[in-house]
C-alpha cells in the first residue's frame, strides 16, 4: 500500500493549534510533526506530568480515610479472632497508612516514573520495530509522536480529577474491571483474597476505556505518519506492542495473586 503524504502547513503551528489538530486532524498533525521542528511536545508532556499527578493529590484525603477504614476493619477482625494487637502498635499501623508519603509522594512518583518509561518503551519498540518493516524515521521523530498520542491520558486525569473533586469518591473499578469487582469487605477481602483469575481479569479488564483505544488510535496514526508504513503494518506493530505490554503488565498480578492465595492458606 502506497502511503499519500499529505499536505503540511505552511508555518509550524502554535500549541493550542497542534493540539486541536491531534484531536480533529491527526494525520496532519503527526505528518506535521514529522517534519518540523515543533517543540509544542514539551508542552504536552509538562501537561501530562502534571495531570497524572493531580488525581493522586485530590485523592490524597480520601485515600487517607480508606486506608484508615481498611486498618480499623482489619484490626477489628482481628481481635474477633482473638489477636489484638496493642493499641500502640493498632496507632502506629493507622499512621504508616495514613502518612502522605504512603498517599502522595509515593504513588506520585510512581505514576510519573511509569508515565516517563511508558513514553520511552513506547517510542524505542515502535521505532525498531516500524524501521525493521521498511519505515523511515528517528527515535527523536518517534518519541515526540508517542508524547503527543498520550493526549487522552492528560484529558482522562483532568476528568478524573474534577469527578475525586466534585463527588468526594476515588476511581476504584477503571475501564470496565467494575464487571468483575469484588464486593465485600475489606475484611473478607484479607481473609479470603479473590481467586487468580479473578484478579487477573479484573486488571485486563480495568485497561480496556475509551481513553485506551483513543490513545491506541492515535499511536496507529502516529506511526502511520511518523515511519511512513502502511496503515495495516502500523495498526500491526501497535496493537502487537499493546498485546505485549499488557500481557508483561499482568505478570506481577499473578504474582502478586499467588502470594495472597498462599499466605491466606
Do not use: Y
Not at 487517607?64 to 493498632?90: C, D, F, N, T, V
Request: glycine share 8%; proline share 5%; charged share 10%.
Amino acid at each position: 500500500m502506497t502511503v499519500v503524504e499529505e499536505s503540511l502547513p505552511a508555518e509550524n503551528p502554535g500549541f493550542f493549534r497542534f493540539l486541536l489538530d491531534v484531536i480533529i486532524h491527526p494525520r496532519r498533525a503527526f505528518t506535521a510533526l514529522r517534519e518540523t521542528n515543533n517543540r509544542s511536545w514539551l508542552i504536552m508532556a509538562g501537561l501530562l506530568v502534571l495531570f497524572t499527578l493531580l488525581p493522586v493529590v485530590v485523592a490524597a484525603p480520601i485515600t487517607s480515610r480508606i486506608a484508615a477504614e481498611s486498618i480499623r476493619e482489619a484490626l477489628e477482625a482481628q481481635s474477633e479472632a482473638g489477636q489484638a494487637l496493642p493499641p500502640e502498635a493498632q496507632q502506629q499501623a493507622t499512621q504508616i497508612a495514613t502518612n502522605p508519603i504512603f498517599t502522595i509522594v509515593f504513588p506520585g512518583v510512581g505514576a510519573v516514573i511509569g508515565l516517563v518509561f511508558s513514553w520511552l518503551i513506547w517510542s524505542g519498540a515502535l521505532h525498531l520495530l516500524s524501521t525493521i518493516m521498511g519505515g523511515s524515521n528517528s527515535f527523536g521523530q518517534m518519541w515526540r509522536a508517542v508524547v503527543w498520542a498520550w493526549l487522552p491520558v492528560a484529558i482522562r486525569g483532568l476528568l478524573q480529577t474534577l469527578f475525586i473533586l466534585i463527588t468526594g469518591e476515588v476511581i476504584t473499578n477503571p475501564g470496565l474491571s467494575g464487571l468483575v469487582a469484588d464486593q465485600r469487605s475489606i475484611a473478607e477481602i484479607v481473609a479470603r483474597p479473590p481467586s487468580t483469575g479473578q484478579m487477573v481479569l479484573q486488571s485486563l479488564l480495568g485497561r480496556v476505556e475509551l481513553f485506551t483505544i483513543w490513545n491506541l488510535v492515535l499511536l496507529v496514526i502516529a506511526v502511520w505518519a511518523t515511519a511512513r508504513l502502511s496503515a495495516r503494518k502500523s495498526s500491526l506493530i501497535t496493537l502487537g506492542l499493546w498485546l505485549l505490554f499488557t500481557l508483561l503488565g499482568l505478570i506481577p498480578v499473578v504474582i502478586s495473586a499467588m502470594l495472597s492465595s498462599g499466605f491466606s492458606g
